[in-house]
């Protein structure tokens, strides 16, 4: 700045906080060039500290407001990953349950934070007094025992942030940087600023915006860092300090009046306003120009395009508000003058690949790091570009092992170190969900899983549903490090308390099944999943009953033995509403041996013998499109087959075929969806078919209404299954909707066998 000062004032630019209303920036910024005003230090607070944090890496203005206006800030304010890194049986699982909730970390990794935590806490407590109790609840907290401290870990503002600022992601002094930045965080254990101006420009940034209990605080050694707004969120002081003589500051005060003081959000944003008021008002008249914006209508999470994009010439504008006070500056300065930038424009990876020498990952095993940068899906030396590094990146958070990865690509120029940093998550997840629908009422579910989100290793999984196909499944399996087939055991056991529709009339039957197999399972598919073993299968008790047959009683002999695959391929973009994608499943199974003592004779099932179970065969596949027409039109047409080799009174009653409602395999393993029959199955012959056409219209971003049409084919072989008539159409319209706990689905239909019926379901499909 002295330097300068030889020639002309020192100009700096001072940017407060405000979340999106923070983007008004931009048009100042433009102002600023289009009078050709230079810039020799920028810096600010929060949203403020952001995107002085990048006008600082050389861009310009132009070059900032396509990228500012290019983020998906929807993705950049969470820490989504896109469902196409992760594993299906992960992404399933988040259809299956509304809360999914990780817990447990490893002792190895308990004892490291705990010991790396009591460090930074001692500290602490030599500087206040802290009652024991309260010792013992922060330690928790801070090793992830307790509550979250904060939603999100922003490590896709984290990862943003890495793309733009290639070739300053070393530790170095700001001034270093094309324009000097500098900018404020609090410092949450000495109650303090953190005036960054040397350091990762980067964990600057972040920590900087680090939004109180929206996301994590950034910590580094023994500081905790939260958004700079609790402390300064106007810190045109610093600028002063560091030698500006001319200070232009933009800033977005939210005024709030008795009337404002009547929600949460108003009185937690009033809170933090009123921790810096002191020091913004005194901030403030060091400016020679403060342009304060109003943007009513907006707040600080109005991210959309068309907000933006408002936001961003309502700041144009107020600037221009000003001309004679800019006018006045350009002339002391000497203005237009060019901006000068001091060092190389840093590297935008979204328009421009690196070299890179050398990959790591860091917070990993070396076996880890052996197994996540295998040369067959990573190449060690090589171009990258910032979707290489964001599809590695997501495969590695796929896994799930991991709470947070981020990158980052050290060395001032090329070839670079390219550098992922992981942070070790809870190993084992807890999964909640609640069903209601007009067929089984209400059920609930439960999944845990305990060392499921280990990248290898045992892992067990217990499943419970309670309703009236209740079961509790249990699953053994270990999963290698590297891509081979994982080998499991697992045992089954239901009770069924079900009507269903047997040759025209109804039967009440409830009974006990178990199956316990040995498997192999690829646990590695991004888009599917396969799974081959041999089951063994028991029916230890059964009730049934129908308009001749009444049988009650224990059967400890009757069993099944089989060989089974099951195999899915899926791309379907959401597992309730889909708009584009494909899916086939194939269930296929052979019984090979057993013995029952209910084999009832073809031709006259009221003869029942025991003895040998026969070999038999049975099976389904099943085909489902999603084909968008327009943004908001999906036409999703879908096909089933089953078959079985045996008549069904030969057959165990899980494997026989059944045709309905509107959930495959809901009751029976063999059960195809036909949404004419709402409520329980029809059994059905050894070969059955349904098609069905949905053709589904989205009014709105949850909202949904879907005409729908089917057709289901019974026959006692493929001879004539298309000759005969069919044994049932039907139509519907549906309304669906999606929210938190699950989708909403309300429908009207008819059906030739049956007529006008309607059905409800809410919650997602265990």
Not at 55 to 72: K, Q, T
Not at 450 to 472: C, D, P, Y
């Amino acid at each position: 700045m002295d330097s300068i000062r030889q020639y002309r004032p020192t100009v700096a630019v001072v940017l407060g906080g405000g979340g999106a209303r923070g983007m008004a920036h931009l048009g100042v910024l433009h102002y600023l060039e289009e009078m050709g005003i230079p810039v020799d230090l920028i810096g600010g607070t929060s949203m403020g500290g952001l995107i002085a944090g990048l006008y600082s890496f050389g861009y310009g203005e132009r070059y900032l407001d396509s990228l500012v206006r290019a983020i998906d800030w929807s993705v950049m304010m969470s820490d989504r990953v896109p469902d196409t890194y992760l594993t299906y049986r992960v992404r399933k699982n988040k259809e299956r349950f509304f809360l999914n909730l990780p817990f447990h970390y490893d002792d190895s990794e308990v004892e490291a934070r705990m010991r790396k935590q009591y460090n930074i806490l001692n500290k602490s407590y030599k500087r206040i007094q802290t009652r024991s109790s309260d010792m013992g609840q922060e330690t928790m907290n801070k090793i992830g025992l307790g509550l979250p401290d904060g939603f999100l870990f922003g490590f896709n503002v984290r990862n943003t942030l890495s793309s733009v600022s290639v070739g300053y992601q070393d530790s170095l002094a700001f001034d270093q940087l094309p324009i000097p930045f500098y900018c404020v965080a609090s410092e949450m254990v000495s109650m303090k600023e953190k005036n960054w101006t040397s350091g990762s420009v980067v964990d600057a940034m972040r920590s900087t915006m680090a939004i109180p209990l929206y996301f994590r605080p950034v910590r580094i050694n023994d500081e905790v860092l939260v958004d700079g707004g609790t402390r300064n969120n106007f810190p045109a002081d610093i600028a002063k300090a560091m030698g500006a003589d001319i200070i232009i500051g933009s800033e977005m005060p939210v005024p709030r009046d008795l009337t404002d003081m009547n929600t949460l959000a108003n009185l937690a944003m009033q809170n933090i306003t009123m921790m810096s008021f002191e020091s913004a008002e005194s901030n403030r008249k060091l400016a020679d120009i403060l342009l304060q914006h109003t943007l009513e209508g907006y707040n600080m999470l109005s991210f959309d395009a068309e907000s933006v994009a408002d936001i961003i010439r309502q700041g144009y504008e107020k600037a221009q508000e000003n001309k004679a006070g800019f006018e006045e500056i350009a002339r002391r300065v000497g203005a237009p003058v060019k901006q000068p930038i001091y060092h190389p424009v840093s590297t935008d990876l979204s328009k421009h690949e690196v070299r890179v020498r050398e990959v790591r990952v860091d917070g990993v095993t070396d076996k880890e790091q052996k197994y996540l940068l295998n040369p067959r899906y990573l190449e060690h030396d090589g171009v990258y570009s910032n979707a290489d590094i964001e599809r590695i990146m997501g495969t590695i958070y796929g896994t799930k092992a991991f709470e947070s990865v981020t990158y980052r690509l050290e060395g001032t120029e090329e070839p670079y170190i390219l550098v992922f940093d992981c942070q070790r998550g809870q190993v084992n997840e807890l999964g909640v969900g609640v069903h209601v629908d007009n067929d089984e009422v209400v059920y609930a579910a439960f999944r845990l899983g305990i060392g499921t989100r280990r990248l290898s290793g045992m892992r067990f999984i217990t499943e419970a549903k309670l309703g009236n196909a209740a079961t509790l499944d249990l699953d053994l399996s270990y999963k290698p490090m590297y891509r081979l087939p994982s080998f499991g055991i697992r045992g089954k056991v239901g009770y069924l308390n079900i009507m269903y529709m047997e040759d025209g009339g109804d039967v009440k039957i409830k009974a006990i099944n178990s199956i316990f197999d040995a498997y192999l399972e690829d646990s590695h598919l991004v888009n599917g999943s396969f799974r081959l073993g041999v089951s063994y299968e028991m029916e230890p008790f059964e009730n049934y009953l129908d308009q001749l047959i009444t049988w009650k009683g224990t059967d400890f002999r009757s069993h099944w033995w089989s060989a089974f695959a099951n195999f899915k391929y899926d791309t379907l973009d959401d597992g309730y509403f889909p708009n584009k994608g494909f899916r086939v499943g194939l269930n296929a199974r052979y019984v090979f041996s057993g013995y029952s003592t209910y084999l009832e004779s073809p031709d006259d099932v009221h003869e029942v013998e025991e003895g040998p179970v026969s070999p038999y065969f049975s099976g389904r596949f099943d085909v489902t499109a999603a084909i968008p027409l327009s943004p908001k039109l999906t036409v999703q047409p879908s096909v089933y087959l089953g078959y079985a080799s045996d008549f069904s009174g030969r057959m165990h009653l899980m494997h026989r075929m059944a045709a309905g409602g509107t959930q495959a395999s809901r009751y029976l393993e063999n059960q195809i969806p036909f949404f004419g029959f709402s409520t329980g199955f029809h059994q059905m012959e050894k070969l059955i078919a349904t098609g069905q056409l949905d053709i589904r219209y989205q009014f709105s971003h949850v909202n949904y209404m879907t005409l729908q049409g089917g057709v289901l084919r019974n026959s006692s072989g493929f001879a004539t299954l298309f000759k005969d008539p069919a044994e049932a159409y039907a139509v519907g319209l549906e309304y669906g909707r999606k929210t938190v706990a699950g989708p909403l689905r309300l429908g009207l239909h008819w059906c030739n066998d049956g007529g006008f019926g309607a059905t409800l379901s809410f919650g997602m499909v265990f």
